[in-house]
């Protein structure tokens, strides 16, 4: 089945550093999504990508649709503590009856104060 | 505005219990889906539907069962729980199949069984 690959895994960053993240695909993908996930919450999403090539912005954050639709990647500018969380990238294909995101298995972002 | 409400929050069961999970939306979405998470695994869809009356497998269904006679809410059942069950269980729900706005997610259920 189709998988992502979101790397890095775990990040640990001082405060007010800059971060990127990336996820990685075999397949193409029609809309490419960002969600952040607190801890003993459920994922929110931060920033949806529709189009290959497409860079979207949502505050400090910067998400970019690969050209060849199996790629993105999501910069947080000079993080701060509540940026503390796992980050999933998804890939979702329309069509057919399922329309199910292919989640990546994150990215645990820590900050130092 | 109460979006995606997952019943419980938490649960602890013995091996070969049964539970069932609820999740209520109440943003009228067609499609819901179960998740479940584990370290270092993401998010796996366990079921999933796409309107009333309907359901399907996902990636990883088996010691599962789901129902969805209303609309708003999608059950799910555990007949007899495993360890290996042991997870954090998010439902999701969305407008579409390839909505705009993505999924929205409820915040979990914490289920141990030991």
């Known amino acids: 089945g189709q998988q992502l690959n979101q790397s890095p895994q775990s990040m640990f960053i001082q405060e007010g550093e800059d971060v990127s993240m990336n996820c990685t695909s075999s397949?193409?993908?029609?809309?490419w999504l960002w969600y952040k996930q607190d801890p003993g919450e459920g994922p929110v999403l931060l920033i949806a990508?529709?189009?290959?090539?497409e860079l979207t912005s949502n505050g400090r954050l910067t998400a970019q649709f690969g050209i060849t639709r199996k790629d993105s990647f999501l910069n947080i500018s000079a993080s701060i503590p509540s940026d503390v969380g796992i980050y999933f990238c998804?890939?979702?294909?329309?069509?057919?009856?399922?329309?199910?995101?292919?989640f990546g298995k994150g990215t645990k972002l820590s900050v130092k104060p | 505005n109460a979006g995606v409400t997952q019943t419980p929050k938490f649960r602890v069961l013995k091996t070969g219990q049964s539970m069932t999970l609820l999740c209520a939306q109440d943003?009228?979405?067609?499609?819901m889906y179960w998740y479940r998470q584990d370290p270092g695994m993401g998010l796996r869809l366990i079921h999933y539907?796409?309107?009333?009356?309907?359901?399907a497998k996902g990636e990883v269904p088996d010691g599962y069962n789901v129902s969805r006679l209303k609309k708003q809410n999608f059950l799910l059942g555990l007949e007899s729980a495993a360890p290996s069950q042991t997870s954090v269980y998010f439902c999701?729900?969305?407008?579409?199949?390839?909505?705009?706005?993505?999924?929205?997610f409820g915040s979990g259920t914490r289920l141990t069984v030991v």
């Open positions: 539907s796409v309107g009333e009356g309907t359901t």
């Open positions: 943003m009228n979405h067609e499609y």
């Open positions: 999701a729900s969305s407008y579409s199949a390839g909505s705009t706005y993505g999924y929205t």
């Open positions: 998804a890939g979702l294909n329309y069509g057919g009856s399922q329309g199910n995101l292919i």
């Open positions: 990508l529709y189009k290959a090539g």
């Open positions: 397949s193409i993908f029609n809309t």
